[in-house]
C-alpha cells in the first residue's frame, strides 16, 4: 500500500467539531497541521497519483467525446464552472483546437481532446442520462412521467449518525440524526415524484449503509495513514467526543475511511452501473457549530443553499483520478442540466421555506453560480462521481431554535402551530418544494 505526499483532505488536529454549512464534511484547509493522505490501491503502479480510495482512470473513455465540444464551451467550463480558482497550465492546457490535459505526471503522459470546429460540426455527446429537452411530450398532470430520478438521503443514521458526528440531543428530546431526517423526506419525496409521473429509486432507503466494508476493515490502512502524516504511534481509540486529539486516533480515520469514502464511492457504483438515473436529488439538512453533541448550542440562524459539482482547487486536481473525473464530467454537460435545474429548485424552495440564501464564510472552496443566489459549486464526492445531474439540497439548520422546534413536533398533515406560526411538517415542506421546482424545470422544458 503505498502514500501520496499531495492531499486534498486536511483537517486541523485540536479543533473541536464546527459546522459551517458541508465545510465540515470535508473540512479543506490552507493552513494545518495535520494531512489526510491519499492512498493507492494495490494494483496501481507507484507513478500514478490517485486519491483517497480512488479508481485508476480510464484515459481512453475520453476518446468517446472527441469533436463534442467546441473551444470557447470548453473554456467557458474549465474556467466559469469547474476550475473557477485556476489551473495549473502543466495539468491543462487548452489551445486553439485541442486541450491537452496530463495523465501522468512521472510519465509525462498527456491525452489530446479536440475540439469540434463549431456548434453545427459537434458530434453528439456519449450519455445514459437524458436531458429534460430530449424526453418526449406528456400530460400536464404528469410532467416527470419518464423522468428517472434516484434519492439520495445523506449520511446514514441510526446507529451510525453519533460515528457521522450528525447526531445531536437536547435533555430529554428526541435525538435529531441527520441520515434519519434526510431519510423521512426521501420517502415522502419519492411518493409525490411518482404521483408525477417520474420513476424513482433510492440510492440509500434505510439506516444501513450500502457497502459491505466496515470502520474494522480500514484500521490498519488508518495506521499507516497516521504514521505516514508524523503520528508515530497512533493511539487506537478515541477518549471522548470532545477529545481534541480525536483526527490522530486510529478509530477516527478508520470511521473516515468507512462513512466519508467506501460508503460514498459504493453509492456512486449503484447510480453508475445500476440504476441509471437521469438526475440525482442528495438530500441534506446543514448545522451550525454546536459544539457538545450532548448539550447542544442552538442558534437563531437559518438558511438554505444548493450544490452542483465545480469550483475544483489546484491541489485537487493534482490527482490523476479527480482531474479525469471532473474532465469526463464537463464533457458530459451536465452541468448544463443541473445548473438550470438547481436554480429552478432553490427557488421553489426559497418560497416555499422563506429561507435566505446561505454565504459561505469563504470562496476559497467554492463559486456562486446560477441566477437564484442560492446555488454554489463544489467538488464534493457525490456530485463528482455520479455520471449524471446531480443537486445537493442543503436547507434548514438543524441546530436553529425553530428547526429544532419543527423536528421534535414529527411529521403530521395539515398545518400546526409551531412557535406561534402555522406550518406544515417540516419533512412535507422539505419534500413538496422540491417536487414543485422540478415540476417547474420540467413543464417548461418539456414545453407544458
Request: aromatic share 10%; net charge positive.
Amino acid at each position: 500500500m503505498r502514500f501520496n505526499d499531495l492531499s486534498v483532505q486536511r483537517f486541523t488536529v485540536a479543533k473541536p467539531f464546527v459546522c459551517h454549512a458541508v465545510e465540515w464534511r470535508r473540512r479543506v484547509i490552507p493552513a494545518c497541521s495535520f494531512v489526510f493522505a491519499a492512498i493507492f490501491a494495490t494494483t496501481v503502479q507507484a507513478t500514478e497519483n490517485i486519491s483517497v480510495l480512488g479508481n485508476k482512470p480510464r484515459w481512453d473513455v475520453l476518446e468517446h467525446y472527441q469533436q463534442t465540444i467546441t473551444h470557447d464551451e470548453f473554456a467557458h467550463l474549465i474556467n466559469g464552472v469547474y476550475c473557477t480558482h485556476g489551473f495549473p497550465p502543466d495539468l491543462i492546457e487548452v489551445n486553439d483546437n485541442t486541450a491537452r490535459i496530463l495523465m501522468n505526471r512521472d510519465a509525462q503522459k498527456f491525452f489530446t481532446l479536440r475540439f469540434a470546429a463549431g456548434t453545427e460540426e459537434r458530434k453528439l455527446v456519449p450519455r445514459l442520462w437524458r436531458p429534460a429537452k430530449s424526453l418526449p411530450p406528456v400530460r400536464r398532470d404528469k410532467p416527470l412521467s419518464g423522468l428517472k430520478i434516484a434519492l439520495d438521503p445523506g449520511h446514514l443514521g441510526g446507529k451510525w449518525a453519533k460515528m457521522e458526528e450528525r447526531w445531536f440531543k437536547v435533555g430529554d428530546s428526541k435525538p435529531v440524526q441527520e441520515g434519519d431526517l434526510a431519510l423521512r423526506v426521501a420517502r415522502l419525496l419519492a411518493t409525490r415524484l411518482r404521483e408525477l409521473g417520474a420513476k424513482v429509486s433510492f440510492v440509500r432507503n434505510g439506516d444501513k449503509p450500502t457497502t459491505v466494508k466496515r470502520p474494522d476493515d480500514f484500521r490498519e490502512l488508518a495506521r499507516k495513514i497516521l504514521i505516514k502524516n508524523g503520528v508515530p504511534q497512533p493511539r487506537p481509540d478515541v477518549l471522548d467526543p470532545t477529545d481534541p486529539a480525536k483526527e490522530q486516533t486510529i478509530r477516527w480515520q478508520s470511521e473516515m475511511l468507512f462513512y466519508r469514502y467506501s460508503e460514498i464511492r459504493r453509492r456512486a457504483a449503484l447510480v453508475n452501473f445500476k440504476l441509471h438515473p437521469d438526475l440525482v436529488l442528495c438530500l441534506h439538512f446543514n448545522a451550525e457549530g454546536w459544539g457538545d453533541p450532548n448539550s447542544p448550542s442552538l442558534t437563531d440562524i437559518n438558511h438554505l443553499h444548493l450544490l452542483v459539482n465545480g469550483s475544483y482547487l489546484a491541489e485537487e486536481l493534482e490527482f490523476d483520478d479527480e482531474r479525469f473525473e471532473m474532465i469526463r464530467r464537463l464533457l458530459s454537460r451536465a452541468y448544463d442540466e443541473e445548473l438550470p435545474l438547481a436554480d429552478t429548485i432553490a427557488l421553489a424552495m426559497a418560497r416555499e421555506t422563506g429561507l435566505p440564501p446561505y454565504a459561505y464564510p469563504t470562496t476559497n472552496t467554492t463559486t456562486k453560480v446560477g441566477t437564484s443566489g442560492y446555488v454554489y459549486a463544489r467538488n464534493l464526492l457525490a456530485t463528482r462521481l455520479y455520471r449524471c445531474p446531480v443537486v445537493y439540497c442543503e436547507p434548514y439548520v438543524m441546530n436553529s431554535k425553530d428547526v429544532f422546534a419543527r423536528i421534535q413536533a414529527g411529521d403530521y398533515e395539515g398545518m400546526r402551530n409551531i412557535n406561534g406560526v402555522e406550518r406544515k411538517s417540516i419533512f412535507r415542506e422539505y419534500a413538496d418544494s422540491v417536487a414543485d421546482g422540478l415540476v417547474d424545470y420540467y413543464s417548461k422544458a418539456r414545453a407544458l
